[in-house]
């Protein structure tokens, strides 16, 4: 019987995501294929990984495509760039994990395009007015993916319900990286006899009496 791969593939996520230290026999059973059969499609672990690797950047653009990056204030894009993001946070979170993707020149250079339209992003948004600009692009690209991860590992712990999660990323990504309006400028009399004079006049207190007046 034909082995469908891409069926293989989705198998070995749902169980690496939910058990990253799962064994090569444990994601046969899981796909319910012998170990042999696994092994002519993955030759070990590793292979494994780099073809997961590129599972999870095709959803992540797939993602970014659907998040219509381009539209409307960028912290809606933001919001729908999180939904879209949701189906495929458990692999990503894994992923996440996985150091040696991302270290030495052999890194694949799809990471590098999501960086930079996540970066382009957030860019955009300071420059509207919309962020903090004492935060740079690369760094709140990297609170998004980190919330992202912490917010899978909430729910799978049983620490978070499913239906926050959206939520969850973004009110605590958006929560910090919002630029808020500077407080109000205070109108009280900078000069220290007139505030005195202000403080004994009970009229200058009371508005009650003021609306009197």
Avoid at 8 to 34: F, N, Q
Avoid at 42 to 47: T, V
Wanted: charged content about 25%; overall charge negative.
């Amino acid at each position: 019987m034909a082995v469908d791969r891409d069926h293989v593939l989705r198998s070995a996520a749902a169980l690496l995501t939910r058990k990253s230290t799962a064994t090569m026999d444990e994601v046969a059973k899981g796909a319910g294929i012998s170990r042999a059969t696994l092994h002519r499609h993955f030759a070990g672990r590793d292979a494994l990984v780099r073809a997961l690797e590129a599972l999870g950047i095709a959803e992540c653009e797939s993602a970014l495509e659907a998040a219509r990056l381009d539209d409307g204030p960028a912290s809606d894009a933001v919001r729908r760039l999180i939904a879209a993001t949701e189906s495929a946070a458990g692999l990503l979170a894994f992923l996440y994990t996985e150091n040696q993707l991302f270290e030495g020149e052999e890194q694949h250079e799809g990471w590098t395009r999501i960086d930079d339209r996540i970066s382009a992003l957030f860019r955009r948004g300071q420059l509207s007015g919309e962020f903090r600009i004492d935060l740079t692009p690369a760094w709140l690209t990297e609170a998004l993916f980190g919330l992202l991860a912490s917010g899978v590992w909430m729910v799978q712990s049983g620490k978070g319900a499913p239906k926050d999660f959206p939520r969850m990323v973004v009110d605590l990504l958006l929560g910090g990286a919002l630029r808020h309006p500077a407080p109000p400028h205070d109108p009280a009399p900078r000069d220290p006899a007139a505030r005195d004079s202000a403080a004994q006049d009970p009229a200058a207190q009371d508005p009650v009496a003021q609306d009197s007046a």
